[in-house]
């Protein structure tokens, strides 16, 4: 299965082509909040260092958080605008699960975490089974440092932005009977090799993205609210209508011209 994955919900954006467990083309980079400008121009990259077209894909995978609201909007909203204009079946990965995915054959608990707002932390805990299943203990969670401390209940592996980042603060919360070990530094940003496997695993089982997508926050983004209030139309809706508009338009000018690519650069999202 040759899949394009999308990782958007920190300030680290992360894209790739896979085919099965080959990663064909990579590209990660601190977006630092650009992900607008940024993430068509590098799928359109990686099409051309993998020798791909877009409808040569069997699909697409998102992570859909929680995490930055900017981020997860423009991620999501491309991957949709991309399924619009060819079809391709879409999978949604929760952004904490393709974090523990990359602890993979742990044998503790496993804590992912990422930085929220007013210095609070988005966290989940998840184990590895005798099975090899990754499966889920807790689900996503907002709060302060003591609110993690009270769901660690034995040692647990804790990673990720939130843990780098408020380090001291969440020792001092666990208590004495709970140890905690950093988890290794490469599985401190989400990557979208992860989010690629996992979700060549949800559409192999069927699991795929319907009409009604909504991006994983876990608590309410206030510029969601603002446009809901206002009865304006949510960014979301808007850049997915713009990719899927401006993709059909290359497919469409792909098929005049015999060996085109179907993103020929450039392909920038204004």
Known sequence: MKLLAVETATSWQSVAILEGDRVLARHDQDAGGAHGMLLLPVIDRLFDQAGFR??????????IGPGSFTGIRVGLA????????TDLPLALVPTLEAMAWKAKGT???ICPVLTSRKEEVYWAIFRWTNEGQLVRVL????GASRALARTLTEPTLIFGEGWSSMESE????FPDHVAVSAGPEEATKPTAVSVAQLGMQRLQRGEVAGDRV??????RAEAELKYEQSGGVSPVVRRQERVARKVAGRLERGRRGAGRAV????????
Request: hydrophobic share 40%.
């Open 54 to 63: 877009l409808t040569d894909l069997d699909g697409l995978a998102c992570s």
């Open 78 to 85: 491309t991957c949709l605008g991309l399924r619009a204009a």
């Open 107 to 109: 044998a503790h608990p």
């Open 139 to 142: 689900a996503e969670h907002v």
């Open 170 to 173: 969440f020792r001092s919360a």
């Open 214 to 219: 909504a991006p994983l926050y876990v608590q």
């Open 263 to 270: 993103l020929p650069k450039p392909f920038h999202d204004q």
